[in-house]
């Protein structure tokens, strides 16, 4: 199984500030998927980054709201654009392993004040 | 599009009893469903997954689940619940490989709580 670091594990930030969170994989993987869930709930994705392309966002993600990077096959980087208190969330990026076992990070708490 | 239904928000049982966490599925094609456990400010761990094969799969963690077509169900299921086994679980499915898309859809989730 892939091992997953994400960093911050937290921050707090103002209201119209953003945050750069980092996703860092133990092996080289295709895709990258970045997940929110927000306080009491359930995983949303946000979108899907293979490496050498553009992410590929879900409906009601913006790139603008929240780019992304994938500079190579362990790394990705999820920014969280001016930031509002209905951030707050922990972010998660996963990623695919060729058995289809999709393995998580320990996440990002996120609270903006 | 496919979707998951957990329909307990909390299971409750004692410990050393079988627990059973309810999951059903919509999807059109051959389901590829998951189970991930989390626990208290951790990520998610995956317990097992279905594809092909088996309707009962087994997992991680002496945890097992039965898939039944017929009833688009997925329960999770174990024979004897610790008190460790308290936490949040979630179902999941994802899109067949043809159709290109590979993120997951997740359920509700379902709190398990364990009382010893």
């Known amino acids: 199984s892939a091992v997953i670091s994400q960093k911050p594990s937290r921050d707090i930030c103002q209201r119209g500030t953003s945050l750069t969170i980092q996703c860092q994989v133990d092996s080289q993987v295709t895709m990258m998927f970045w997940y929110r869930q927000q306080p009491g709930q359930s995983l949303t994705l946000i979108a899907t980054a293979n490496q050498g392309s553009e992410a590929t966002y879900e409906s009601g993600f913006v790139i603008d709201k929240f780019p992304i990077s994938r500079p190579n096959l362990t790394f990705s980087t999820l920014t969280v654009s001016n930031l509002s208190p209905e951030d707050s969330s922990i972010y998660l990026c996963?990623?695919?392993?060729?058995?289809?076992?999709?393995?998580f990070g320990p996440g990002t708490r996120l609270t903006v004040t | 599009a496919q979707s998951v239904a957990q329909p307990e928000d909390q299971v409750n049982v004692a410990e050393g009893n079988p627990l059973t966490v309810k999951c059903t599925y919509s999807v059109s094609g051959n389901p590829y469903l998951f189970w991930y456990v989390q626990y208290p400010n951790r990520g998610l761990q995956f317990l097992l997954k279905y594809i092909t094969g088996d309707n009962l799969v087994k997992g991680s963690y002496g945890f097992e689940a039965e898939f039944n077509k017929s009833q688009t169900s997925f329960h999770l299921k174990k024979p004897s619940a610790l008190v460790s086994d308290s936490a949040l679980y979630f179902c999941a499915v994802r899109d067949p490989y043809y159709t290109g898309r590979r993120a997951l859809t997740f359920g509700s989730g379902t709190r398990l709580q364990v009382q010893p």
């Open positions: 996963s990623v695919e392993d060729p058995q289809g076992e999709q393995y």
